[in-house]
Structure formats: structure tokens, C-alpha cells
């Protein structure tokens, strides 16, 4: 069954640090995410990508993020300066489809654990 | 008011009992429609959409409400297996999921 892949698993980087945290959508799929969980809290929106642009972003989704698809498998969420707050679970995303139609379910990925020290 | 809430729980059910638990919505221009099951520490993974007309898979059930804004599911004959945080995931005509904290469900033998 196809799956989204992330990595690391865990990565853990000091305050000020740029991290890169590194996706492979599922290959058929168009629509690409990022999600985060800090731990204890819910599942947090940061930034959908659509045709080799971001398509929408949240709140949290500051000029410290970017996200890039380098090529044509993997997306990539960058964190230019890390934060203590920046600590959190970093869910990749990924769904054939958008809106209210069948097939638009997202998929996720196991996830990487981000801690800033 | 939260965009999507949930009854954080949690439910303790035995061994095959039946539980169900709500998911309400603020935003009247959601479409989309999900359940989702975490695991600790886990990535949410899609247990089902929910479709306007109700869906069953398996020993799931889910409805829309769309006049009183919720969703639901139902579990029944519970298994061990199924203890879990069930979260519940909204979309609007735009291209970001709504998550709610999720709902604890715990079956005990």
C-alpha cells in the first residue's frame, strides 16, 4: 500500500539552528502538507502546496518556514531558525484531490519529532 | 467557539461494548468530512470519510448532521485494538484540515 515517508524520525537541533525536515508524498498524489502536534495538543495546519506553489498557509506558518519540492518526489519543510516553541511532532501530508469531492483524503506520514534544546 | 470540538473523553468500555461520540463544527461551509485514528505518539491515519448520506466500515458507523453542525461515529463490538484517540477532521472549500483534539477511547478486557 503506498504511503507517505518522512525524515528523520527524531531530530533534535539547538535554539537558532536551521533544520530541514524531508517528505516523499505519495506518488500519485497532487496536494501536499504540513501539519504539526506539539505534544499533549492537537493537530495543528502549517501550509498546503499545490502545482510548485503554496496554495495556503497558517498563522504559524511565519517567515521562518518554507517549504520547497526540490523534485519530483520530495517536499521539504525548512525552519530557518529554530525556536524552544518549534518543539513538536512535523506531519507531512499528501491527497490525490482538494474540496469536498471523493478521493481528497489526506494521507499522512509517520512523522518527525523536532526538539529544540 | 473552537473550529471543531470534541468530548476529549475518555470512554472506558468493555470488550465488546458499543460506543459512539460526536464531533460539532462551527463553520456551516465545511464539505469534507473524516475520522482519524492516533495512536500514541503516531501519526493520524484516515479511518474513514463521512459521507452526507452516513457510511459504515465494519463495526464503524459515521453520520452528518448538517443542521446541528456534528458528526459522529460509532464503534460496535469493540476490541482491545481499537483503544485509541479518535480525531475528528474538517474541511471548508479551501485546502487546510480542521482537527479536533480528539476523543479518548479506552476497551478494557
Known sequence: ?117 | RKEVEQDPGPFNVPEGATVAFNCTYSNSASQSFFWYRQDCRKEPKLLMSVYSSGNEDGRFTAQLNRASQYISLLIRDSKLSDSATYLCAVNAWDYKLSFGAGTTVTVRA
Request: hydrophobic share 30%; with cysteine; aromatic share 12%.
Open chain 1, 1 to 117: 500500500e503506498p504511503e507517505v515517508t518522512q525524515t528523520p524520525s527524531h531530530q533534535v537541533t539547538q535554539m537558532g539552528q536551521e533544520v530541514i525536515l524531508r517528505c516523499v508524498p505519495i506518488s500519485n498524489h497532487l496536494y501536499f502538507y504540513w501539519y504539526r502536534q506539539i505534544l499533549g495538543q492537537k493537530v495543528e495546519f502549517l501550509v498546503s502546496f499545490y502545482n510548485n506553489e503554496i496554495s495556503e498557509k497558517s498563522e504559524i506558518f511565519d517567515d521562518q518556514f518554507s517549504v520547497e519540492r526540490p523534485d519530483g518526489s520530495n517536499f521539504t519543510l525548512k525552519i530557518r531558525s529554530t525556536k524552544l516553541e518549534d518543539s513538536a511532532m512535523y506531519f507531512c501530508a499528501s491527497s490525490e484531490g482538494q474540496g469536498a469531492r471523493r478521493g481528497t483524503e489526506a494521507f499522512f506520514g509517520q512523522g518527525t519529532r523536532l526538539t529544540v534544546v
